[in-house]
């Protein structure tokens, strides 16, 4: 299995409150992803990176930010959270980009916001 | 609007009741195909990539097949393990990657 740790697994929170995740990787793998997953969408990509301190937006990245300043680390970061927000928060890890390759998912944060 | 959509949305078979399960999708232009399988409480896990028209891949008991409009996921004499929910994604030529919403499958002894 690839080495990925997601934490925490499982957070509740109250609105306006500021929350990160963080997404941890021992595979050395180039490409990290972050992802929502709700009933009835399917995965959607929040923002991505290909390199330290290179990232960019993906479809739904309104609300979030990201930062990598390690390869193995990728943070999510919701400034004031909304209730919106309350999802299932998935990291994913490449060599190359997704489109070429499959990813390699880790575990999930279910994060409830109040 | 490139979209992804699976079929059905949950599937109950009896253990040895064959099926398939459908992602279809209209996007601009297809450059590969995944199929993932997702046990609750845990990250998408892969299982297959298929690139054309006419591919197909096996493994165990599951088979998946590509058409130029859609995929299946064929499930032969499927065992109570086999209850996973199963997720395709799909490759554009913009080199995006768009989820399906996933078929919930469960295998009943």
């Known amino acids: 299995d690839a080495g990925i740790t997601q934490s925490p697994r499982h957070k509740v929170t109250e609105t306006g409150t500021p929350v990160t995740l963080r997404c941890h990787q021992t595979?050395?793998?180039?490409?990290m992803y972050w992802y929502r997953q709700d009933p009835g969408h399917g995965l959607r990509l929040i923002h991505y990176?290909?390199?330290?301190?290179?990232?960019d937006k993906g479809e739904v990245s309104d609300g979030y930010s990201v930062s990598r300043s390690k390869t193995e680390d990728f943070l999510l970061t919701l400034e004031s959270a909304t209730s919106s927000q309350t999802s299932v928060y998935f990291c994913?890890?490449?060599?190359?980009?997704?489109?070429?390759?499959?990813?390699?998912f880790g575990d999930g944060t279910r994060l409830s916001i109040l | 609007e490139d979209q992804v959509t699976q079929s059905p949305e949950a599937l109950r078979l009896q253990e040895g009741e064959s099926s398939s399960l459908n992602c279809s999708y209209t996007?601009?232009?297809?450059?590969?195909l995944f199929w993932y399988r997702q046990d609750p409480g845990k990250g998408p896990e892969f299982l297959f990539t298929?690139?054309?028209a006419g591919e197909e891949k096996e493994k165990e008991r599951l088979k998946a097949t590509l058409t130029k409009k859609e995929s299946f996921l064929h499930i032969t004499a499927p065992k109570p393990e086999d209850s996973a929910t199963y997720l395709c994604?799909?490759?554009?030529?913009?080199?995006?990657?768009?989820f399906g919403p996933g078929t919930s499958l469960s295998v009943i002894p």
């Open positions: 990176s290909y390199g330290v301190k290179d990232t």
């Open positions: 996007v601009s232009g297809l450059r590969g």
């Open positions: 595979e050395n793998h180039r490409y």
């Open positions: 994913a890890i490449s060599e190359i980009w997704a489109g070429n390759q499959p990813q390699h």
């Open positions: 298929l690139y054309s």
């Open positions: 994604a799909v490759r554009t030529s913009y080199d995006k990657v768009i």
